[in-house]
């Protein structure tokens, strides 16, 4: 079954452009002028991977996409930012987007992230780490459980923990590499994410956000190792 790519863009001629690209390359993709067509589409259909623009008229990309994430809806997200607006590429990492392509962008280019977001989804992500997942029994880290086939994270009282795709991937791949330092580069690597401008950033705050989420200590088993990069110290299970 083909992927479903969503494409939010106030300009007509650009979501046509897109949407015609990607359908040649075997994708169904469904275009939204704006917020309120978007919160339509996720009404009706099953999202893999959304594309918003951060500048449109009325609500923002990024108002969108804190709505899909308040949600619950796990697509993937790559939010599209002007060349000048470093700021809301950062504000967008930081709300839990998995990627972002800057206008004017190469529609070569938004394809191949598309396809990286893709990878690190649920059903796709185990591959590139390693054994088959599935016959892994969970991690632990602190009280909380990491399952690798399905990258559901559980807290101590056994309630779902929300993670990104993007934040899924980096979790599996770092908890299946105790005790090793990985640089950045590699991490982007492991995870199946292109490097560019601004990936590094992107991986320091994803790790942020799987910190704040391993509540009670827990984040603490993902040590920063100055100027080289990180790595995973499993503890004591709580």
């Not at 504000?91 to 529609?107: F, I, M, R, S, T």
């Not at 559980?154 to 980096?170: I, N």
Request: proline share 6%; charged share 30%.
């Amino acid at each position: 079954m083909s992927s479903t790519i969503a494409i939010v863009d106030d300009e007509e001629h650009l979501r046509e452009a897109v949407a015609e690209y990607l359908e040649d390359r075997g994708l169904r993709v469904l275009p939204a002028a704006d917020a309120a067509a978007m919160r339509a589409l996720v009404e009706r259909e099953r999202i893999d991977v959304a594309v918003l623009d951060i500048v449109m008229p009325g609500e923002d990309g990024l108002a969108l996409g804190r709505w899909l994430r308040a949600r619950g809806e796990r697509p993937g997200i790559i939010f599209a930012t002007s060349a000048g607006a470093p700021k809301d590429r950062v504000a967008g990492l930081e709300l839990g987007a998995d990627d972002y392509v800057v206008k004017p962008y190469d529609l070569r280019e938004l394809h191949a992230r598309i396809q990286g977001v893709l990878r690190r989804l649920p059903e796709e992500v185990a591959a590139p780490i390693g054994a088959p997942a599935a016959a892994q029994p969970p991690i632990r880290i602190g009280g909380f459980r990491f399952d690798l086939a399905s990258h559901r994270l559980t807290d101590p009282s056994g309630q779902a923990v929300t993670l990104t795709a993007a934040e899924a991937a980096l979790l599996g791949v770092l908890a299946t590499r105790p005790n090793r330092i990985l640089s950045r580069t590699q991490l982007l690597d492991l995870t199946g994410e292109e490097r560019g401008d601004g990936s590094a950033r992107a991986i320091d705050v994803r790790v942020a956000r799987l910190r704040a989420k391993l509540r009670g200590g827990a984040g603490e088993a993902i040590r920063t190792i100055r100027g080289e990069g990180y790595m995973f110290v499993p503890g004591p299970a709580a």
